[in-house]
């Protein structure tokens, strides 16, 4: 994500979704980060609708790959947690995630990808 366009789109998907359930895990790819101009809108977004978010996001699972760049991302997250309206974690693989997020929502054996 580059733009505020591509910023905007993403708030519509996240609203569409959040909307469509009661719980939800978001899974994202850590090495994917937005650009400056697409962080505004999600910046606003995300304050907008903090409650909401606490409410339904049971966990946000980053993908980081590389270790060293793991732990240092879980050690920033752990100091800047108030920023964020719902728990996260760090995991080493999208598989991995998968299982965290199947175990999160009570869905153990199945895959949603």
Request: no cysteine; aromatic share 8%; charged share 30%.
């Amino acid at each position: 994500m580059e733009t505020e366009d591509d910023g905007n789109a993403w708030t519509q998907a996240y609203d569409a979704l959040i909307e469509k359930h009661d719980a939800v895990v978001v899974i994202l790819d850590a090495a994917q980060r937005p650009g400056p101009e697409a962080g505004k809108p999600l910046a606003l977004w995300l304050k907008a609708r903090r409650e909401t978010l606490a409410a339904k996001v049971k966990l946000a699972i980053y993908v980081v790959e590389d270790a060293a760049e793991r732990k240092f991302m879980e050690e920033r997250s752990n100091r800047a947690s108030i920023a964020f309206p719902y728990p996260t974690a760090f995991v080493g693989s999208f598989a991995d995630a998968e299982q965290l997020a199947a175990r999160t929502l009570g869905v153990e054996g199945s895959s949603s990808r």
